[in-house]
């Protein structure tokens, strides 16, 4: 059964940090591999999809890295602002699932001015 | 605007009622889901479909039952057998494989 993890849980920079949130997951065999935004009370944002075929995905100051070999992806954030507080999910689709997702438990984070 | 719309945003039932979650979709997506987020627990599938007048159990169905009579609609019913309905319920829709859609989320509350 697919588990993923995010780390770390929480997660609090000032303004103009770089930062990076990991997520492993424990069965190479997924299909593709999504990183949403959530904000408190609201629905899933998605905000980059990676293909099991490549390694990285990038929107604006968001990069994403996937290493199906070793189960890990990273989000990259860059210069940090205080709207992008919210909590981000990761979340895997496996290769017989039809899209069915396994999510992590989010990473919060909060940047501050 | 093509979206995903649910509603309503909050539900509040007495224990012993059943209650229908709405889901509405226009993207043209033929799969649809529904997830269960609870604090501290991530999000969790409660049912999927694929096509129109098919549907699949996910990983936490027991307490709960769905239909897809149009391709737009898939509405979740919490029964009365369902243990610990209170949570915030999230319906998606995607194309297969593809980056999923989520809606605005139906915070329901039991007592």
């Known amino acids: 059964k697919q588990e993923v993890t995010q780390i770390p849980a929480a997660l609090s920079v000032p303004e103009g940090e770089n930062l990076v949130l990991n997520c492993s997951f424990t069965?190479?065999?997924?299909?593709?591999l999504q990183w949403f935004r959530q904000d408190p009370g609201k629905g899933l944002t998605s905000l980059l999809l990676?293909?099991?075929?490549?390694r990285e995905q990038t929107s604006g100051r968001l990069n994403a890295s996937l290493d199906k070999s070793s189960g890990r992806s990273t989000l990259y954030i860059a210069a940090s602002q205080p709207g992008d507080s919210a909590t981000y999910l990761c979340?895997?689709?496996?290769?017989?699932?039809?899209?069915?997702?396994?999510f992590g438990q989010g990473t919060i984070l909060t940047v501050h001015p | 605007d093509g979206g995903i719309t649910q509603s309503p945003k909050y539900l509040f039932r007495k224990e012993g009622q059943n209650v229908t979650l709405s889901c509405e979709q226009n993207l043209n997506h033929d799969a649809m889901y529904w997830y269960r987020q609870d604090p501290g627990q991530g999000l969790r599938l409660i049912y999927y479909?694929?096509?129109?007048?098919?549907?699949q159990k996910g990983d936490i169905a027991e307490g709960y039952s769905v239909s897809r009579e149009k391709k737009e609609s898939f509405p979740l019913t919490v029964t009365s057998a369902q243990k610990n309905p209170t949570a915030f319920y999230l319906c998606?829709?995607?194309?297969?494989?593809?980056?999923?859609?989520f809606g605005p989320g139906t915070r329901l509350t039991v007592t």
């Open positions: 998606a829709s995607s194309d297969p494989y593809h980056e999923q859609y």
């Open positions: 979340a895997v689709a496996g290769g017989t699932s039809y899209g069915k997702l396994t």
């Open positions: 990676i293909q099991s075929s490549q």
């Open positions: 479909s694929q096509i129109v007048n098919d549907f």
């Open positions: 069965d190479s065999a997924i299909y593709n």
